[in-house]
């Protein structure tokens, strides 16, 4: 295929820093494998806020609406706290995401064998670890309606609404039974079923949804629980699928088992497969600036992207392949680097340097 189109969302703080390597990554594999990728660099979040009032501007929003894939860096930051709720840099992402109709959010927690000894759990708890966490994105408590703060009785009333309809539901329990039936045919559904009147109906649906994965073994789980099992024996988990709220604190929480927050990538995807990759981690204001940033989450988000929208595995393989030799050879950012022999400590460009080496190499 050619003449494919990537919009680039630099973004906010360490954002630009951690998709400029990225976009060195993708433009040796464009170049090796043939992909006809093209890219078009758009404002978006805090930075589009400082420059022309809206984190999402019309002209991002009908751009993405165009492309192929989306590429985000990070978005948000303490400066733009003070800035009116529906024009922070979060309210442009929920936009983007609700716009676009990216429902499916996949999020990853893959430990790199040296890197076990940077979890914070022991390292036989997590040795080997690989799962992933499919999290409902455009509906829940974010987006339910009714919404707001007002005035009850004299007293200031905060109030959101958790709403899912069956279709909702079903469309990603079938992408969780897709994803499971690819990996180990093992899918925990988490939910609040024994408290919460949608988890109730989220957990029948998923039942229904089962009988046409006969071969997917389906398991519930409460969301309380889950997040105990996730420090205590986070390996029995394959693939879990849950709502927006839930999966948004879970897979924060799975994130960490992986040693750094900084390796973790992540996908959000529409009906269509089409979708907006980022990494996991924030924009880190604290480092900003300094070089230091580790984009091996950005890297393999454009990894992620290559795989599940553009259908290019083998480009996918070799950055995958890549990050992995760069693991073992000891190259390490700040975030990663335990300080052991053989390490080698490295800014934002050498690690973006040494991913282009190891594809080289591969190739």
């Known amino acids: 295929m050619s003449n494919r189109k990537i919009v680039v969302l630099p973004g906010d703080g360490i954002g630009p820093e951690i998709i400029a390597q990225a976009q060195r990554v993708l433009d040796v594999v464009n170049d090796s494998f043939k992909l006809g990728l093209s890219t078009q660099v758009c404002m978006f979040g805090g930075a589009a806020y400082d420059k022309v009032g809206s984190p999402l501007p019309d002209e991002t929003l009908a751009a993405c609406r165009e492309a192929d894939a989306i ?16 024009l922070r840099p979060e309210r442009g992402l929920l936009g983007l995401r609700s716009q676009l109709g990216l429902f499916a959010n996949l999020r990853p927690a893959m430990l790199y064998p040296e890197l076990a000894e940077s979890s914070s759990l022991k390292t036989e708890l997590v040795a080997g670890l690989d799962l992933m966490i499919l999290r409902e994105l455009t509906g829940g408590i974010y987006f339910g309606q009714p919404r707001g703060i ?10 959101n609404t958790m709403v899912y309809n069956e279709d909702e539901i079903r469309r990603i329990g079938q992408r969780g039974f897709e994803i499971a039936r690819q990996r180990g045919s093992r899918l925990c559904s988490v939910d609040k079923a024994n408290v919460l009147e949608v988890s109730e109906l989220w957990r029948e649906v998923m039942i229904d949804v089962a009988k046409d994965y006969p071969d997917v073994e389906l398991s519930h789980m409460y969301v309380d629980n889950a997040a105990m099992q996730l420090v205590r024996a986070p390996k029995q988990f394959d693939v879990i699928v849950t709502s927006n709220l839930f999966g ?34 924030g ?4 480092i900003t600036g300094q070089g230091i ?17 553009l259908k290019e595995s083998a480009a996918a393989d070799a950055i995958e392949s890549a990050v992995s030799r760069v693991i073992a050879d000891g190259y390490r950012c700040a975030d990663i680097a335990a300080g052991v022999r053989g390490e080698k400590t490295v800014n934002t460009n050498e690690m973006g340097d040494a991913v282009l080496a190891a594809i080289h190499a591969g190739a």
């Open 150 to 159: 007002e005035t009850r009785d004299g007293k200031r009333v905060g109030f």
């Open 71 to 86: 590429l985000m860096g990070s978005i948000g930051g303490p400066k733009y706290d003070a800035a009116p709720r529906e």
């Open 293 to 309: 940033a580790n984009p091996l989450a950005t890297i393999l988000s454009a990894s992620m992207m290559l795989r599940y929208t």
């Open 248 to 281: 948004d604190i879970l897979s924060d929480a799975a994130a960490m088992l992986t040693g750094s927050i900084g390796m973790l990538p992540s996908a959000s995807l529409d009906e269509q497969g089409k979708g907006l990759y980022e990494p996991v981690h």
């Open 283 to 286: 924009s880190a204001p604290d």
